[in-house]
């Protein structure tokens, strides 16, 4: 239920997200801790009409610079893919993912951050590109979608860098 992975003292902790909840640091007496608690889920109840959304969660359904979900070509792709879903936010949530995880090729860009339109031109990228498209269908399909930041173990045992996006249902 819980990962502890002890941190190497040179690295920053404002690297980390910090939620309190999910994923915190706590300082011992010689290291720091990076402890990841596992999220216990119960199922949606469908979703909340924007009106009884909390502001987080309503900021999280607008469009941006790098998120245009109110873009025509993101809007008429969203209801495409999620036509047949339940008109439930974690059945939407789960179509939009299983799409892009379908249709995108995993390449290292590391050239700049794409815009969720770029990123439809070629379907190509990292978890960054992976994120802002699914963020921009999520919320073209009334989905509230946001970036999450943190760390990860790579095949080889490092901590790296990663961001994947967090859909609300009722929480994030």
Known sequence: DTLRLRLPPELPDPLFLQDGQRQV???GDSAKW?????????????A???SQ???????????????????????TLAESITQNSLPDPMDIGRTIHDWVHDH??????NVRFKSALEVLDDLEG?????????????RAAGVPARVTVGYIVDKDGRLVLHIWPQIYVGYW
């Open 126 to 138: 990292t978890c960054s590109e992976y994120t802002v498209l699914f963020l921009a269908l999520s």
């Open 34 to 46: 990076l402890v990841i608690t596992r999220q216990r889920l119960s199922p949606p109840s469908g």
């Open 104 to 109: 995108m090729i995993p390449v290292d860009t």
């Open 25 to 27: 640091i706590e300082a």
């Open 53 to 75: 959304l909390p502001d987080e969660a309503v900021r999280a359904l607008q469009s941006s610079l790098f998120v245009q979900s109110d873009h025509r070509r993101i809007r």
């Open 48 to 50: 909340a009409p924007p």
